[in-house]
């Protein structure tokens, strides 16, 4: 499966960064939602792919929505995630892909097309950028920490991010609101990629055994 995703990863990213910075047909989705013909695009590809290499596996994407699972497995997709800076041509974005079996992520690609960097993850193996082991930040104190957040689409969730911001600020080293998590510390695809990518590098970063990530 790991050369499957990588594969529908990287060819994806290929349309994506071909096209990129002239995206075309940008609409709304919903509030403060864009999508555009590149992720249609993206999306299509990914799910050729996987739909050609095992029939019977589910995929839940960004676009298409749902195709059931006729087995345990569950691919989740996020074709451009940082679909908003790719329309404002802010090159801060990537291609997420994760399998899940039945509700647990097992393998985890996000694949930054513009600066052509991989990151992986497979349960209990470990996580890599471009085939180099990575581990979690060594910070330790919440006043040298770098912390991701954003503000989400609706007035309401950035009611509450404003809220939360304030004493966060005062207290971490500094904040960064990038504008796609997969890229970068921080929809769909992209929730059950970094919880794999965390949890592997984690259990990395507690036997020390690799140097952080660049």
């Known amino acids: 499966m790991l050369k499957t995703a990588l594969e529908a990863a990287h060819s994806a990213g290929r ?4 096209r990129y910075p002239d995206a075309s047909n940008i609409s709304e989705k919903g509030f403060r939602d864009l999508v555009t013909d590149t ?3 993206a999306e ?3 799910i050729e792919i996987i739909k050609d290499r095992f029939p019977d596996h589910g995929i839940l994407s ?6 059931a699972a006729k ?14 800076n790719y ?10 892909i994760a399998v899940l079996k039945g509700n647990e992520p097992v393998l985890g690609i996000v694949y930054d097309p513009i600066r052509e960097e991989t990151f992986t993850a497979r349960q209990g193996t470990g996580a890599t950028l471009n085939d180099h082991p990575i581990r979690t930040s060594p910070t330790s104190r ?3 920490a ?3 957040m954003d503000w989400g689409h609706t007035n309401a969730q950035r009611k509450q991010m404003l809220a939360y911001l304030h004493p966060t600020l005062m207290s971490c080293g500094t904040v960064r609101v990038m504008g796609s998590a997969a890229p970068r510390p921080g929809p769909c695809g992209g929730r059950a990629v970094r919880r794999l990518l965390s949890a592997e590098a984690e259990s990395l970063g507690r036997g020390r055994r690799h140097p952080p990530c660049p």
């Not at 329309?87 to 997420?96: D, G, I, T, Y």
């Open 44 to 46: 299509a590809r990914i």
């Open 62 to 67: 960004e676009e298409a929505g749902a195709i």
């Open 142 to 144: 919440f006043e040298t």
């Open 87 to 96: 329309a404002h041509r802010n090159p801060v974005f990537a291609v997420s």
């Open 146 to 148: 770098m912390i991701a």
């Open 15 to 18: 349309i994506i960064a071909e």
């Open 39 to 41: 992720d249609m695009a």
């Open 71 to 84: 087995g345990a497995y569950t691919w989740v997709v996020d074709p451009l995630d940082g679909t908003t």
